[in-house]
Antibody
Framework: QITLKESGPTLVKPTQTLTLTCTFS??????????VGWVRQPPGKALEGLAL???????RFRPSLRSRLTITRDTSRNQVVLTMTNMDPVDTATYYC???????????????????????WGQGTMVTVSS | QSVLTQPASVSGSPGQSITISCTGS?????????VSWYQQHPGKAPKVLIY???KRPSGISTRVSGSKSGNTASLTISGLQAEDEADYFC?????????FGGGTKLTVL
């Protein structure tokens, strides 16, 4: 059974950097083609994909936030860490860790992982940005 | 990055069927058959109902189905039940990453 659990601060000040950790179990983060990432949801609003980690040389990001986001994986601890710089009150949201199962598309004969579904979600962690 | 367009709300009576649309573009829904749908009850994490346009994960009711035509994907729930009252979000692969719809609130009358 795959489980994901988010941890991190509940309150950050504007301009600070947010660091969130997703600790997962039930699968190996080093399995080729498996993705672990982050989706957020501002209060009363829609879901927004933020970042997805496949391997060190294959990370996907929301284009509009690309410059503020970093995603890393610690395979030994079964963790994926998201950092977001220069936090603003509009970044107030529930942040979810998500699992993308193995799925590939073939581009010029090469298998490329593709996030066709987020099949398991963490419970979410609420982050408020306020001074 | 554009958001997929969904109706803000839909409603139906118990036993009826409803359909929620999700309109994108030829950069996402229209090009890739990788549309997923998520149900979210208040205060809970989203749960996948449909993936790859029309596939149901194990354990999801056969009352739920998905389809796609051109740049628009659709989620249909038949035989509405009280527990179907929730928010529904579509999601589409848009080349490298994904985009979500604005969400639809389903009310069971």
């Amino acid at each position: 059974q795959i489980t994901l659990k988010e941890s991190g601060p509940t309150l950050v000040k504007p301009t600070q950097t947010l660091t969130l950790t997703c600790t997962f179990s039930g699968f190996s983060g080093s399995t080729s083609g498996v993705g672990v990432g982050w989706v957020r949801q501002p209060p009363g609003k829609a879901l927004e994909g933020l970042a997805l980690f496949y391997r060190d040389d294959d990370k996907r990001f929301r284009p509009s936030l690309r410059s503020r986001l970093t995603i890393t994986r610690d395979t030994s601890r079964n963790q994926v860490v998201l950092t977001m710089t220069n936090m603003d009150p509009v970044d107030t949201a529930t942040y979810y860790c998500v699992h993308a199962p193995i799925f590939y598309e073939y581009v010029r004969g090469r298998p490329i992982p593709l996030p066709n579904v987020f099949d398991v979600w963490g419970q979410g962690t609420m982050v408020t940005v306020s001074s | 990055q554009s958001v997929l367009t969904q109706p803000a709300s839909v409603s139906g009576s118990p036993g009826q069927s409803i359909t929620i649309s999700c309109t994108g573009s030829n950069r996402d829904v229209g090009t890739y058959d990788y549309v997923s749908w998520y149900q979210q009850h208040p205060g809970k994490a989203p749960k996948v109902l449909i993936y790859d346009v029309n596939k149901r994960p194990s354990g999801i009711s056969t009352r739920v189905s998905g389809s796609k035509s051109g740049n628009t994907a659709s989620l249909t729930i038949s035989g509405l039940q009280a527990e179907d009252e929730a928010d529904y979000f579509c999601c589409a692969y848009a080349g490298a990453f994904v985009i979500f719809g604005g969400g639809t609130k389903l009310t069971v009358l």
